[in-house]
């Protein structure tokens, strides 16, 4: 059995030492504060039942101007080893989304967009295009569940 000396920095916590920690976590708290939604972004980036995922990752990000009036929507490409795609998304103006998509290499897949109310799901036709209406503004992740594999490819957890 060893014994800690109580004078190396490896001794015990003394009063001292546990109001030093209390002042960097008042520290911490203080200038850089957790988000309150962490803690439900990790749940929900956690709740993707697939062990075997492919992670695509954003490559580009672009505000468009719409052709009539003031609508603007958000063009959003992915990229991943197998598959890449775009999509379109366009506030309705009443909380939700118009989400339009286009799959490449180009094939019909199943596609679902995760949002915290729920799941949507489609189906991309034998173009790669898929489009889903009224879906809530807020956390989303895409994942599309290729025909010829048993894995999918999900994109991270993102806010639209």
């Known amino acids: 059995m060893t014994t800690i000396d109580p004078d190396s920095p490896r001794g015990p916590l003394d009063d001292l030492d546990l109001q030093i920690l209390r002042e960097v976590r008042w520290l911490w708290e203080s200038v850089d504060p957790m ?14 039942e697939d062990s075997d995922v492919e992670v695509v990752r954003i490559t580009e990000r672009r505000e468009v101007a719409g052709v009539r009036g003031d609508v603007r ?18 506030a309705r103006g009443d909380g939700t989304l118009r989400v339009d998509g286009w799959l490449s290499p180009p094939a019909e897949h199943p596609v679902e967009v995760r949002t915290s109310d729920g799941r949507f799901r489609t189906r991309s036709n034998g ?3 898929f ?3 009224r879906v ?15 894995s999918a490819v999900s994109t991270p957890t993102m806010t639209l």
């Not at 988000?35 to 993707?48: I, N, S, T, W, Y």
């Open 35 to 48: 988000p309150g939604d962490l803690l439900d972004r990790v749940r929900f980036a956690v709740e993707l």
């Open 73 to 90: 929507s958000r063009l959003i490409t992915f990229a991943g080893d197998t598959l890449d795609f775009m999509v379109n998304v366009q």
């Open 127 to 129: 173009e790669g295009r």
């Open 131 to 133: 489009v889903l209406d």
């Open 136 to 150: 809530p503004c807020g956390l989303v992740q895409f994942v599309i569940r290729p025909m010829d594999r048993t």
